[in-house]
């Protein structure tokens, strides 16, 4: 069943409908006319798991730990020290599955857009993607969830890959990295923050811009 809010005349359904003075109305004018919450009541929120129907769509538990998160940077890394083992140069990484438009497309190698988001071109490439996904990746992870967590890394970096091939100039070239998953970690939680940035007032202002 439905109806309309009678503050901004949307449609609701009764489930998503909130009981207020003004009788039922739509979750996005609760948010609007609710007081912006302090940093302090936002951090609460943020950690705490009672609130999590409203903070996170998917409704994955808040009090997991990120393992998945772990088992990503541990793979990234593991796999350049293998690089490091058996001395690998540039011309090895490329025959390892560096991303190459040439080969892709005259050798039918598309195994390589997903292999070229695990391989690194040195320390500072690797420390700077897996900074970043052990940064932003715990706190995403632990908000939607093990499986949802993995899907969006594995397709972002996949994406990454395809987009670089489509616009980047690696058709004779090679790249590699964890960037375009990364990346994909980082749009999750800018959206995280954008859709909740009333919920979460300041606190959520001042993640978005961390």
Not at 54 to 73: E, G, I, S
Request: charged share 15%; hydrophobic share 45%; proline share 4%.
């Amino acid at each position: 069943a439905r109806e309309n809010c009678p503050r901004c005349g949307r449609p609701i359904c009764t489930m998503c409908a909130n009981q207020t003075n003004l009788g039922m109305m739509c979750p996005h004018c609760v948010a609007e006319l609710r007081p912006e919450p302090t940093e302090a009541e936002a951090q609460a929120v943020f950690e705490s798991s009672s609130d999590d129907r409203f903070l996170n769509p998917f409704r994955a538990p808040m009090t997991q730990v990120p393992y998945v998160t772990y088992t990503l940077v541990g793979i990234i890394v593991a796999v350049y020290v293998i690089e490091l083992y058996l001395n690998f140069t540039g011309v090895d990484l490329k025959a390892a599955g560096a991303m190459n438009g040439t080969r892709i497309v005259v050798h039918g190698e598309v195994w390589r857009f997903f292999t070229a988001m695990w391989l690194h071109f040195g320390l500072m490439h690797l420390g700077f993607n897996g900074f970043a996904l052990y940064s932003l990746g715990r706190d995403m992870e632990t908000l939607f969830g093990h499986s949802r967590f993995l899907v969006i890394y594995l397709l972002s970096g996949l994406f990454g890959s395809l987009m670089s091939f489509a616009v980047g100039p690696y058709r004779y070239s090679f790249a590699a990295g964890a960037s375009g998953a990364v990346f994909g970690v980082v749009g999750m939680s800018l959206g995280f923050y954008l859709f909740h940035q009333k919920r979460l007032g300041q606190f959520g202002k001042n993640r978005q811009k961390g």
